[in-house]
């Protein structure tokens, strides 16, 4: 079982930076692939960036454009989503997501899931 709790979201203006967190509470993350998703109002959730535990391999979805990082503090468990020159179109509610085995780009590889922050760039 895994428990996520994401943190950090709140209003920027356009071009402002913001780090999202997600504290992961697990036996063992050792299989695990951790990442980031957001859904934006009316639109499908989508793949933004995945980690994996482990070997530290990241991915990125092409939107981020080198804009976004991902990164795990291990001391802490704690999964970030590091977030610069912020624009309106990155407005929504970002989720936290575990993988054990799966596709990294699907939601519906996802085994477990967080809340969500709301992230609101106003322009």
């Known amino acids: 079982q895994v428990q996520l709790v994401e943190s950090g979201g709140r209003l920027v203006q356009t071009g402002d930076s913001l780090r999202i967190s997600c504290v992961a509470s697990?036996?063992?993350?050792?299989?695990?692939?951790m990442a980031w998703f957001r859904q934006a109002p009316g639109k499908e959730r989508e793949f933004v960036a995945a980690?994996?535990?482990?070997?530290?391999?990241?991915y990125y979805a092409d939107f981020t454009k080198g804009r976004f990082t991902i990164s795990i503090d291990y001391t802490k468990n704690t999964v970030y989503l590091q977030m610069n020159t912020l624009k309106p179109d990155d407005t929504a509610v970002y989720y936290c997501?575990?993988?054990?085995?799966?596709?990294?780009?699907?939601?519906?590889?996802?085994?477990?899931w967080g809340h969500g922050t709301q992230v609101t760039v106003s322009s």
């Open positions: 997501a575990a993988l054990e085995r799966g596709t990294w780009t699907d939601m519906k590889s996802y085994d477990y």
């Open positions: 980690i994996r535990w482990t070997s530290g391999r990241t």
């Open positions: 697990a036996r063992t993350f050792t299989d695990y692939t």
